[in-house]
């Protein structure tokens, strides 16, 4: 079993806190795929009651981080390498969209706003930091999308990032992504600027498409090294 310590510096701890502190730990590997996550254990290292650790485990279940087991309790997910590929074939589509949408209100003082947000991004480079990184990515995403003026359509994609969470996280973690988001996302205002429907939806799908390549790819070859060691070891 993983040796862990969470703190949260708060005084009153929330469940999205919890479920964010548990979220890192899982994806920095602190919780492995398929190892159960020590409730009480967890419940006293953060000086926290049962009642919001748990709410936290509903929200990650439904984000797909963990599955909550009958008179087993909460275990760790596998990452799917064919759920990840639906997520992102998903999401390129309807983003695609919403940006093709997005494209005839976009007006000046919103594509400066996109040049704001992808110049924090830059910022964050040097420092490293996984979660403000991921944080103000989403936040670029959702400045476009919000302009769609489909309503509808905003909420599918919002209700698609809840599972996606996990994915998009991870593979911003591997090498050289930092960069390319930022490169892709430059693309993307271009794009907008040009007032080019087609190329914004393109430049948009492109982006998230890259992200799932990557992903993918690394799921792959970490698969396939588990499987060498296993029969190595056999």
């Given at each position: 079993?993983?040796?862990?310590k969470?703190?949260?510096?708060?005084p009153k701890?929330?469940?999205?806190?919890i479920?964010e502190?548990?979220?890192t730990?899982?994806i920095?590997?602190k919780?492995?795929p398929g190892e159960k996550i020590?409730?009480?254990?967890?419940?006293e290292?953060?000086?926290?009651s049962?009642t919001?650790l748990?709410e936290?485990f509903r929200?990650?279940?439904?984000?797909g981080f963990?599955?909550i087991i009958?008179r087993?309790?909460?275990?760790?997910?596998d990452?799917d390498t064919?759920?990840a590929?639906n997520?992102?074939?998903?999401?390129?589509t309807?983003?695609?969209?919403?940006?093709r949408l997005a494209a005839?209100?976009?007006?000046g003082k919103?594509?400066?706003?996109?040049?704001?947000?992808?110049?924090?991004?830059?910022?964050?480079?040097?420092?490293n930091?996984?979660?403000?990184?991921?944080?103000?990515?989403?936040r670029?995403?959702?400045?476009?999308v919000?302009?769609?003026?489909n309503?509808?359509?905003?909420?599918?994609?919002?209700?698609?990032n809840?599972?996606?969470?996990?994915?998009g996280?991870?593979?911003l973690t591997l090498?050289g992504?930092?960069?390319?988001?930022?490169?892709q996302h430059?693309?993307?205002i271009?794009?907008?600027?040009?007032g080019d429907?087609?190329?914004?939806?393109?430049?948009?799908?492109t982006?998230?498409?890259?992200?799932?390549?990557v992903l993918?790819d690394h799921?792959?070859?970490?698969?396939?090294?588990?499987?060498g060691?296993?029969?190595?070891?056999?």
């Open positions: 079993m993983s040796s862990f969470i703190r949260i510096d708060e701890l929330l469940s999205e806190d479920a502190s548990i979220k730990a899982i920095k590997g919780f492995k020590p409730e009480g254990e967890l419940a290292s953060m000086g926290i049962r919001p748990r936290a929200k990650l279940e439904n984000e963990i599955q009958p087993k309790g909460a275990v760790v997910t990452i064919d759920e590929i997520l992102y074939e998903i999401k390129s309807l983003e695609g969209l919403a940006a005839r209100n976009m007006k919103d594509i400066a706003r996109l040049e704001k947000i992808n110049d924090e991004l830059k910022e964050l480079i040097d420092k930091d996984l979660e403000s990184f991921y944080r103000v990515h989403t670029f995403h959702e400045g476009f919000r302009l769609c003026g309503k509808r359509l905003i909420q599918m994609i919002s209700n698609l809840d599972h996606f969470n996990r994915f996280i991870i593979s090498p992504q930092f960069e390319n988001a930022i490169h430059s693309q993307i271009e794009a907008f600027r040009s429907q087609s190329l914004v939806e393109k430049s948009v799908k982006n998230v498409m890259t992200g799932g390549r993918v799921l792959t070859r970490s698969q396939e090294r588990k499987k060691r296993k029969e190595e070891e056999d």
